[in-house]
């Protein structure tokens, strides 16, 4: 069974930085369409960033130039670079992944950033 498995949100102080990671089982991890997403109280999941199998990325304006998403394939691994975090980054981050005719979720991480 498939399984997707966040790590790294935490609370941090506006101006912080956090890096989560998504550790992904199963053997389909190197063709696989990552994506990070997240969802604030109250608000639909948005779309965070996103990178192919061969490494092309893409993000939402608002984390541009502040946020990198990059992968390991020889650890099955995405991870996401938050820097410059701003209170309205505030959500839970879920990690997606696609291959093939599948669609995966993580369980999703908090991130805080707060005084």
């Known amino acids: 069974q498939v399984q997707l498995v966040e790590s790294g949100g935490g609370l941090v102080q506006p101006g912080g930085s956090l890096r989560l990671s998504c550790v992904v089982s199963?053997?389909?991890?190197?063709?696989?369409?990552m994506a990070w997403y997240r969802q604030a109280p109250g608000k639909q999941r948005q779309l965070v960033a996103a990178?192919?199998?061969?490494?092309?990325?893409n993000y939402a304006d608002s984390v541009k130039g502040r946020f990198t998403i990059s992968r390991d394939n020889a650890k099955n691994t995405v991870y996401l670079q938050m820097n410059s975090l701003k209170p309205e980054d505030t959500a839970v981050y879920y990690c997606?992944?696609?291959?093939?005719?599948?669609?995966?979720w993580g369980q999703g991480t908090q991130v805080t950033v707060s005084s």
């Open positions: 997606n992944g696609k291959w093939l005719a599948y669609d995966y």
């Open positions: 199963g053997s389909y991890f190197s063709i696989a369409f």
């Open positions: 990178i192919t199998h061969d490494g092309t990325t």
